[in-house]
């Protein structure tokens, strides 16, 4: 299990717990609306396993959260991060970027790459490049799909349990 101590506070970086989920919930309400589940992300979500959970813990408090969810693009596993998402206080802190190294350090250990659909300006400071040949299961933005691990993703994202 993950458990580092966020140099700035407080804050610690732990595996989500099935208690969490309530409190994830709000947050990534809070952060992206209900707007998001009209998005093609959230069709893959809605049929894949939870692969791993991570949270920033204050206390009682949760300022922050990012999931990976269990795929296979092209028959080859892999996993999918989002909604990853930190209360509006606590942002530029560097929060994001644990929660993301978090993830990158989960797949690594299990050699897999991570795809995900998101901003590259924010993603790509995590090493993260275009996917350009997958196929996600409805329309989103092609610059907006990226990948992270070894080599090039090819073929259709399902979701896997
Ligand atoms: C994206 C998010 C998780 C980043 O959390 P954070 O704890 O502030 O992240 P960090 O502290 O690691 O990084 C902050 C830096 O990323 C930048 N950044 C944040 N969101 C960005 C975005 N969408 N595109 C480009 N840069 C972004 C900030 O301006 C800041 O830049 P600076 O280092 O030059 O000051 C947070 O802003 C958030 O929850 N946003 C709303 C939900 C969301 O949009 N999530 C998905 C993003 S694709």
Not at 125 to 152: I, K, N, S, Y
Request: one cysteine or more.
């Amino acid at each position: 299990m993950l458990d580092a101590t966020h140099p700035a506070s407080a804050l610690r970086i732990e595996t989500e717990t099935p208690a969490d989920a309530p409190a994830v919930e709000a947050l990534v309400l809070a952060a992206f609306g209900p707007g998001r589940f009209a998005k093609t992300a959230e069709r893959l979500r809605e049929r894949a396993a939870v692969a791993a959970g991570f949270v920033a813990r204050d206390g009682e408090r949760l300022p922050g959260s990012v999931r990976l969810w269990s795929i296979t693009i092209g028959g080859v596993p892999a996993v999918f991060l989002g909604p990853i998402a930190v209360a509006a206080d606590n942002r530029k802190a560097g929060l994001g970027g644990e929660l993301v190294q978090a993830c990158l350090a989960w797949a690594a250990e299990r050699g897999m790459g991570v795809l995900l659909v998101g901003d590259s300006p924010y993603f790509g400071r995590f090493g993260f490049t275009r996917a350009e040949d997958v196929r996600l299961p409805g329309p989103v933005d092609p610059r907006r799909v990226l990948w992270r691990g070894g080599d090039q993703p090819t073929g259709v994202v399902l979701p896997a349990a």
